[in-house]
Each structure stands twice: as C-alpha cells, then as structure tokens.
C-alpha cells in the first residue's frame, strides 16, 4: 500500500532531486505540494515548484504557495548555495500549471481532511507552514500520520557553527513541530552530509540519458560547485533522505532522541538539541536519522530518475 | 625532559582527585601549585579535599582557594556523582594542612610571572578562577603558555542535554577564558567518554595496593555503574585525568583548531559549546578542540604513573 505524502520544500537543488525521488518512488502517493521561502525568495522557490512539477508531468498535482514569512524572525534566503533565481544551473520548461487559490495551510488543511487515511508531511525546508497548519487546524492532527523532514543536526550546524539553515530560517516554527507530540522523523546533517553524490554518481545520472536525466545531473554539478569550494568531494543531497526515511528506512541509521529547539541565544539559535546521554529525563520525541549507506542512497536516487524517465516517455 | 611549571585548577571532586594522584606523579609536570573553584562540591569541600589529599601522597604542593560561586550564577553542584562532600564517601585523614594565604588568582598571576617560561594551567573545573586572573591581571596572558581544560560536548551535554557540567556551571567564565587570546586546548566529552577504564583495569588499580593507587580505586567506584553508559558501557570515563595526561604529552590524541564559543543566553542552550569545526562558517579559529585519545596509551600511561608511587 503506498502512503500518502504532502510536499513541502523551498525548491532549492536538492528539494527539487527530493521531489523527483517522492514522484518515482514506489510506495508514494503524493497528495499536494507546497512552497516555503528559504533557499531562495517566495516567489521564486513557487516558480521553482511550478517549473519542477512541469518537467515531472506532475501538473495535476495541486500546488499551493506558502507563508509569506517566518512566524517571529525576518526572512532570510542562501543565494550563495543555490544561486539567484534558487535553482540556478540547467534551463527548465516554464510552467504550464499554476497555484491554488488559498495558499498552502488551505491545501494542507483541505487535503488531510479528504483523506481516509493519515498523511505524512515531508517539509524539507523552514517549517512555517506545518507549524501554521497545527496552530490553526489542532483538529486536523490525527490526520497527519507523522513529519519527515530535512534539518537540524545533532553534532553541529551548516549555516552557523550551531544551526542548520531549514531550522535558523524559522526557529519558533520548528519549535512548534518538535514539540507537536506527532511522530517525526529527522533527516539531518548528521545523515545528509553522509548521503553524498561524488563526480563519478553525476556521471551515472547522465548517462540514463533525456532531459530529466541532464538537468538533474546539472543540478547535482551546481550545487556541488558551493561544496567544493568549501572543501566537500561531493554535493551532499540534504533533502531526498527525509522521502527515504519513508520509503527506504532498511538504509538509515537512526537513534530516538527527545530533541528541543533553541530559539535564542548568541550562538546556539535555531540548534536542534538532542539529548543523547538521557539528560533531560524526557521521552524521545523524534526518530533521528545518524547514518545511511551511501551507495544505497545514490542508486536509488538514478534508479528513480531511470524510472521517471521511462514513465515520462511512455 | 624538564618538567613544565605547571599549574592546576580544579574543583576535587573525584576525578579531579584521580587527576591529582596522577599529577603527582608525572615526570613531565612540574606542579608549581594547586588552586580550587566551586563546582562538583562546595569550594570549601573541594578546598578541604585537595589539602588532604595532597597530604595522603605527601606532596608539598601550594593550595589556593578561589571562588566559591560562579562568576553570575548561582552554584550548581554534582553532588549526585561526586556526593556531598565531593569524596562520595570516601574517607581518607584529616591533615593539618593549610591553603596558602592567597586567593586562586592572584597564586596563579604570581607564579606564572615569577615563572622563567610561560606555564601551563590545567583546568579540570568551571573556569571561574581563570575568568578572574585573567579579569584582575591584564598582562597574565602573556605568562601562560596554554590553558587545558576538561570542559564542553560536542555531540551532546551531560547535564542538561546542551552542556556539559563544567561549561554548564559557569559559561561566562567559559566564554572569557575562550576569547582571551590565550591559547586554549579543549577536551569535551567526546574525547573523555573514549578515555575509559574498564571493570577490569579498575580492578587491577586496586591490585598496585599503595594508598595512592587504593585512593584512585575508590573515587573511581562509587559512580562507576552510574556513568557506564555515557561510554557506552564499555568502562567509566576518566574525565579530568584526561586533561592532565594531555598536558604532561599530547601526542597520542588528535585535535583541530577552530571557533569555538560558549552559549551564555539560549532558553534551553546555557553552557553549550558551540563549534565550527564542522559547520559551513570557517569562522577565525579561537582554539584547539581536542578529538580523539588512543584509550591503549592512556590506560598504558596511568599504570605507568600510579607505578611511580
């Protein structure tokens, strides 16, 4: 039985690679989509999604656009990763599909309400919309089955030496869904700098061939450009391990830890707290995701991109 | 080797007496004095536990008392590993013994000058009496060749989730310490909770049978069960002796040099070392975060000290 999912990312190279894998997987049932600004502006990361949805023939999917801004803290976005237009690189078909109305809490809202069964978020960028979500719509809980999710990190930050950008960009949000009592699962650094495509794994994307193939290969060579000048030997694929946790949690491995959000501080803001020696005395709150086997990651991301392509074709 | 003058600061507490009884011994340290801050135990137990034990081993070494609160905060101490009393019960003579006339800062300031090279100072506590030198004394910086302190986590604290107990207690004495210019070598717990002694190599301690080695036994015991799991449960980590047998040879750990800050005003973050080393920031390196002990050479090396007695 494949399980139903709600994307929501702020497309961005590997939101984009996340939501290729999400369409391809077996095993997904992809419900809607939804945008957040992050990686790049709102406006932009919503043109992303639409053109995304466009080159994966997905148009039917409804689309929606999400917050306009964080809850407390001022927008900030991370041109230097991702580029200008947030998905810089390879040339993209312009969209031939358009939002909602309403924006992406009416989406969310309307879509876990028609369902018969429960539905997973996979937010892989800041968390405002699912944290807007449980504030205005608390009834709506037990239709969300749980939270996958790219961000944090236990060890250390990306963005600063404590955070990691998807949690900094919106702390109070991800306060509210780590403390949301819903089953979670992490996708964080800790993994996702782990689950690295090296040269030789673009080169195997490439050769599949078509354009889905090309573009996601170039996208896999820009955003390793940042990584490399920051002395990385691959492009660390952040966001497709939090729709593995879903669809292939046999390559993950991963430690339940009751993990908090610090939302102040000179240093610390936006770190994802885990307490891994029992300190706090709390139950875990959050499946945390600590490694993968990284082979097993690459040939399911071509293997769902093979797939993809075909499907496309036939 | 001529041994270096050497100073240390601790909060004695147990594994800070097991640093002791090894200092001692150490052919590479010259300790020059022992100063003692508020931490695991009140500062008059800690104070009262370095005499005595000092007087045990029979070593003629200064004793200073330093502060007796952290430097904004009110005390937090770890009475439940280290007890009351900072001994867990361990009883041992009471000698007649008495702390120089001193405060910690100013023995650390004046030996450090008097010094014919810049000396060590090993930090096995909160860094309060540090955090005052350096505050009282502004050319003390250029009397220390390096600061060693046991302190900080980077995967996760040992007293709330965040910190760990020596950052914890007092992170403002932390944060000056680290950003005093003065070169610092940090042993957070990642690298202490590999410096572990098993059951058995704890059992063969007690096997050496001088009242040096029985001491190192029985402050080691009471918690053993209690800590297993911070490593594991591979055996009970040898915190502050750590620190001590870096400073007397590093050259079976690994470090990095990097940024390395101390949170003073998050809501759940208070104490908590926060590092660049591995964050996308490349932030100016402020010190050396040690990260990994061959645990081998470090237990080879405590029977080898302990021998000494």
């Given at each position: 039985m494949s399980i139903p999912v709600i994307l929501d990312g702020d497309p961005g190279h590997d939101d984009a690679i996340a939501w290729v894998l999400a369409f391809a997987a077996k095993g997904l049932d992809v419900r809607g989509v939804t945008t957040v600004g992050g990686n790049s502006s709102l406006a932009n990361t919503t043109y992303n999604a639409r053109r995304i949805l466009t080159l994966l023939g997905a148009t039917d999917i409804p689309l929606a656009q999400g917050a306009t801004r964080p809850l407390v803290v001022e927008p900030m976005i991370a041109p230097s990763v991702h580029g200008e237009s947030g998905l810089d690189g390879p040339a993209l078909p312009e969209p031939e599909m358009d939002v909602q109305p309403g924006g992406a809490v009416e989406l969310m809202a309307r879509l876990l309400r028609e369902t018969a069964e429960p539905i997973w978020l996979v937010p892989t960028g800041a968390l405002t919309n699912v944290a807007i979500l449980l504030l205005a719509h608390p009834e709506l809980k037990p239709k969300i089955a749980g939270i996958s999710l790219m961000g944090g990190g236990i060890q250390s930050g990306n963005w600063t030496p404590a955070a990691e950008f998807n949690i900094l960009?919106?702390?109070?949000?991800?306060?509210?869904?780590?403390?949301?009592?819903?089953?979670?699962?992490?996708?964080?650094?800790?993994?996702?700098?782990?689950?690295?495509?090296?040269?030789?794994?673009?080169?195997?994307?490439?050769?599949?061939?078509?354009?889905?193939?090309?573009?996601?290969?170039?996208?896999?060579?820009?955003?390793?450009?940042?990584?490399?000048?920051?002395?990385?030997?691959?492009?660390?694929?952040?966001?497709?391990?939090?729709?593995?946790?879903?669809?292939?949690?046999?390559?993950?491995?991963?430690?339940?830890?009751?993990?908090?959000?610090?939302?102040?501080?000179?240093?610390?803001?936006?770190?994802?707290?885990?307490?891994?020696?029992?300190?706090?005395?709390?139950?875990?709150?959050?499946?945390?995701?600590?490694?993968?086997?990284?082979?097993?990651?690459?040939?399911?991301?071509?293997?769902?991109?093979?797939?993809?392509?075909?499907?496309?074709?036939? | 080797m001529t041994p270096y003058p050497t100073i240390i600061d601790c909060d004695p507490g147990t594994d800070d007496i097991a640093a002791l009884i090894l200092a001692r011994q150490l052919t590479a340290l010259d300790v020059r004095a022992i100063t003692v801050t508020a931490g695991n135990t009140e500062l008059v137990n800690g104070v009262r536990n370095a005499l005595d034990v000092t007087a045990l081993l029979d070593w003629d070494v200064p004793v200073a008392?330093?502060?007796?609160?952290?430097?904004?905060?009110?005390?937090?101490?770890?009475?439940?590993?280290?007890?009351?009393?900072?001994?867990?019960?361990?009883?041992?003579?009471?000698?007649?013994?008495?702390?120089?006339?001193?405060?910690?800062?100013?023995?650390?300031?004046?030996?450090?000058?008097?010094?014919?090279?810049?000396?060590?100072?090993?930090?096995?506590?909160?860094?309060?009496?540090?955090?005052?030198?350096?505050?009282?004394?502004?050319?003390?910086?250029?009397?220390?060749?390096?600061?060693?302190?046991?302190?900080?986590?980077?995967?996760?604290?040992?007293?709330?989730?965040?910190?760990?107990?020596?950052?914890?207690?007092?992170?403002?004495?932390?944060?000056?310490?680290?950003?005093?210019?003065?070169?610092?070598?940090?042993?957070?717990?990642?690298?202490?909770?590999?410096?572990?002694?098993?059951?058995?190599?704890?059992?063969?301690?007690?096997?050496?049978?001088?009242?040096?080695?029985?001491?190192?036994?029985?402050?080691?015991?009471?918690?053993?069960?209690?800590v297993l799991h911070y490593s594991n449960g591979r055996g009970s980590a040898l915190h502050d002796p750590t620190a001590v047998l870096y400073a007397a040879d590093d050259s079976y750990f690994t470090s990095g040099h990097c940024f390395i800050g101390v949170e003073t005003r998050g809501t759940i973050t208070c104490g908590m070392m926060v590092t660049d080393r591995y964050s996308d920031k490349k932030l100016t390196p402020n010190a050396h975060l040690v990260e990994t002990i061959?645990?081998?050479?470090?237990?080879?090396?405590?029977?080898?000290?302990?021998?000494?007695?």
């Amino acid at each position: 039985m494949s399980i139903p999912v709600i994307l929501d990312g702020d497309p961005g190279h590997d939101d984009a690679i996340a939501w290729v894998l999400a369409f391809a997987a077996k095993g997904l049932d992809v419900r809607g989509v939804t945008t957040v600004g992050g990686n790049s502006s709102l406006a932009n990361t919503t043109y992303n999604a639409r053109r995304i949805l466009t080159l994966l023939g997905a148009t039917d999917i409804p689309l929606a656009q999400g917050a306009t801004r964080p809850l407390v803290v001022e927008p900030m976005i991370a041109p230097s990763v991702h580029g200008e237009s947030g998905l810089d690189g390879p040339a993209l078909p312009e969209p031939e599909m358009d939002v909602q109305p309403g924006g992406a809490v009416e989406l969310m809202a309307r879509l876990l309400r028609e369902t018969a069964e429960p539905i997973w978020l996979v937010p892989t960028g800041a968390l405002t919309n699912v944290a807007i979500l449980l504030l205005a719509h608390p009834e709506l809980k037990p239709k969300i089955a749980g939270i996958s999710l790219m961000g944090g990190g236990i060890q250390s930050g990306n963005w600063t030496p404590a955070a990691e950008f998807n949690i900094l960009v919106d702390p109070q949000a991800a306060q509210i869904v780590f403390e949301s009592g819903l089953p979670l699962r992490m996708a964080g650094l800790d993994v996702t700098e782990k689950a690295c495509f090296l040269p030789q794994d673009f080169d195997r994307v490439r050769a599949i061939g078509g354009q889905l193939a090309e573009i996601v290969a170039d996208w896999l060579e820009f955003f390793f450009e940042f990584h490399r000048e920051i002395g990385y030997e691959g492009a660390p694929v952040h966001d497709p391990v939090a729709i593995v946790a879903l669809t292939n949690p046999e390559i993950l491995q991963t430690r339940d830890l009751y993990v908090q959000i610090e939302t102040a501080g000179q240093y610390a803001c936006g770190a994802t707290i885990g307490d891994w020696y029992g300190s706090a005395g709390q139950p875990p709150n959050t499946q945390v995701a600590m490694g993968i086997d990284r082979q097993a990651y690459v040939d399911l991301i071509v293997e769902a991109v093979a797939e993809h392509t075909r499907r496309l074709a036939s | 080797m001529t041994p270096y003058p050497t100073i240390i600061d601790c909060d004695p507490g147990t594994d800070d007496i097991a640093a002791l009884i090894l200092a001692r011994q150490l052919t590479a340290l010259d300790v020059r004095a022992i100063t003692v801050t508020a931490g695991n135990t009140e500062l008059v137990n800690g104070v009262r536990n370095a005499l005595d034990v000092t007087a045990l081993l029979d070593w003629d070494v200064p004793v200073a008392a330093g502060a007796a609160r952290p430097l904004t905060r009110t005390l937090v101490t770890a009475a439940e590993y280290h007890g009351q009393d900072g001994m867990r019960g361990v009883v041992i003579p009471r000698a007649g013994r008495k702390t120089d006339s001193r405060p910690a800062w100013q023995m650390i300031y004046e030996i450090a000058k008097a010094s014919q090279v810049p000396i060590d100072l090993v930090v096995t506590g909160p860094m309060t009496n540090v955090a005052i030198a350096l505050a009282t004394y502004d050319d003390l910086p250029k009397y220390l060749r390096r600061i060693i302190a046991m302190g900080g986590a980077v995967l996760a604290g040992n007293t709330t989730a965040a910190a760990e107990y020596n950052f914890y207690v007092d992170p403002e004495a932390a944060e000056r310490v680290l950003h005093s210019g003065v070169p610092v070598w940090l042993l957070p717990l990642d690298v202490t909770h590999q410096a572990y002694i098993t059951r058995e190599e704890l059992a063969a301690v007690k096997e050496l049978g001088t009242p040096a080695a029985r001491l190192f036994y029985d402050v080691m015991d009471g918690y053993y069960n209690d800590v297993l799991h911070y490593s594991n449960g591979r055996g009970s980590a040898l915190h502050d002796p750590t620190a001590v047998l870096y400073a007397a040879d590093d050259s079976y750990f690994t470090s990095g040099h990097c940024f390395i800050g101390v949170e003073t005003r998050g809501t759940i973050t208070c104490g908590m070392m926060v590092t660049d080393r591995y964050s996308d920031k490349k932030l100016t390196p402020n010190a050396h975060l040690v990260e990994t002990i061959d645990r081998e050479t470090f237990i080879a090396r405590i029977f080898a000290t302990l021998n000494r007695y």
